[in-house]
């Protein structure tokens, strides 16, 4: 079975800084699908970025940015400039690309805050 | 304006009781998803479906029950046999059940057994 693994509870950044959030996983697979989803206080999930496995280029989305390292099962997130808004929990989350590959399997988050 | 919507968004229960969540989505999407989620434990997969009349167990499926009768509707019962059924709800949808494909998620619900 799969595993995420998210090992920073919480995270302090300074406003316009940038910080880097950890995400490591474990699969036997080759092929699947890592994603970071967003948590404001709403509680509604967005997506911020998406990898897929086979692709050797590291996903990006405007201030959003990831250091994906395959062989070191590493999915880290990272956030340039950071903004108030950026305040959140954050969910790293791993989908097979199989057949069965229905589900999301999230870690259990690291909550950011953003000082002003 | 498409998405998911849920309802309610706190539900408030007495131990025994069966309860019904509602969700709804006008993305004319075929895969729906619930999910659990508890502090410190991320989100957890409980019943999903790919297509109407079809659905599968997740990962937590005991003391949960759905159904599938139109596209767009996939509720789910928290029944008494649910040990702690204290949780946030939150369901999903997706095009299909191709991974590559965005599960979008709704609100959520927040259920408090009494």
């Known amino acids: 079975a799969q595993t995420v693994t998210q090992s920073q509870p919480e995270m302090s950044v300074q406003e316009a800084e940038t910080v880097t959030l950890s995400c490591t996983y474990d699969?036997?697979?080759?092929?699947?699908?890592l994603f970071w989803y967003k948590q404001p206080p709403s509680r509604q999930m967005i997506l911020v970025i998406r990898?897929?496995?086979?692709?050797?280029q590291n996903a990006t989305e405007n201030r959003f940015s990831v250091n994906f390292q395959k062989a070191a099962k590493s999915f880290s997130l990272k956030i340039s400039d950071s903004q108030l808004g950026d305040a959140a929990m954050y969910f790293c989350?791993?989908?097979?690309?199989?057949?069965?590959?229905?589900?999301?399997?999230f870690g259990t988050g690291t909550r950011l805050a953003v000082r002003p | 304006d498409g998405g998911i919507t849920q309802s309610p968004k706190y539900l408030f229960r007495k131990e025994g009781q069966n309860v019904t969540l509602s969700c709804e989505q006008n993305?004319?999407?075929?895969?729906m998803y619930w999910y659990r989620q508890d502090p410190g434990q991320g989100l957890r997969l409980i019943y999903y479906?790919?297509?109407?009349?079809?659905?599968q167990k997740g990962d937590i499926a005991e003391g949960y029950s759905v159904s599938r009768e139109k596209k767009e509707s996939f509720p789910l019962t928290v029944t008494s046999a649910q040990k702690n059924p204290t949780a946030f709800y939150l369901c999903?949808?997706?095009?299909?059940?191709?991974?590559?494909?965005?599960?979008?998620f709704g609100p959520g619900t927040r259920l408090t057994v009494l």
């Open positions: 993305l004319n999407h075929d895969a």
């Open positions: 989350a791993y989908r097979s690309s199989k057949s069965s590959g229905d589900k999301l399997t």
């Open positions: 479906s790919q297509i109407v009349n079809d659905f």
């Open positions: 999903a949808s997706s095009l299909d059940r191709s991974a590559i494909n965005e599960q979008f």
């Open positions: 699969t036997s697979e080759s092929d699947y699908y």
């Open positions: 990898q897929e496995a086979y692709k050797q």
